[in-house]
């Protein structure tokens, strides 16, 4: 049974099995949410959103319309996503350009995401990232504008394998 805070606004919308949504939350009609997520407190969710199953939304996050975001992802607090390459008062694109977090990838506290792009699985996008585009899977992305510092391999054995890009040279740390 999922868990919906007395002070979370929620619409008609599809709420999965064991997800947990706190105060002060607001779901817009037809949102899509999967199963065990956990929607922290002060976050929006348009009506064209699908939110995969084991996904963790912390405070201060606002999903819009075209975002997807797949099983297992980790969206940190106060991440700022995006919709509309060219933003103007009362002034609408023909479709939105929504963003794609593809599985267990994970989004740093205050990283900003443009209009369109996709975070690929297990990438990791630092905090204060400013990401303008696409992000490979496994990536690591820091700065303004965002840029891969290293890969991450994971293993059958949960082992993490890292590899570093140092001065146009790969070095590999076993962490």
């Not at 606004?9 to 947990?20: K, L, N, P, Q, Y």
């Not at 995969?52 to 992802?73: H, M, N, P």
């Amino acid at each position: 049974m999922s868990f919906i805070h007395p002070l979370a606004d929620v619409a008609d919308s599809s709420i999965g099995e064991g997800t947990r949504v706190w105060q002060f939350v607001v779901i817009l009609n037809g949102a899509k949410l999967g199963k065990d997520c956990n929607i922290c407190a002060q976050t929006l969710i348009e009506g064209d959103v699908i939110i995969g199953d084991r996904v963790t939304l912390k405070s201060g996050v606002q999903l819009w319309d075209g975002t997807r975001i797949e099983d297992d992802a980790f969206i940190g607090p106060n991440v700022t996503f995006t919709n509309d390459p060219y933003p103007r008062s009362k002034e609408y694109p023909e479709s939105f350009s929504g963003i794609t977090i593809k599985r267990n990838a994970s989004i740093g506290a205050n990283a900003t995401l443009l209009p369109g792009i996709t975070i690929g699985e297990y990438a990791m996008v630092g905090a204060g990232a400013v990401v303008t585009r696409n992000v490979p899977a496994h990536a690591v992305v820091v700065g303004n504008p965002a840029k891969v510092i290293r890969f991450i391999n994971k293993e059958i054995n949960k082992a993490c394998q890292v590899i570093e890009i140092q001065n146009d040279k790969d070095t590999t740390r076993h962490d």
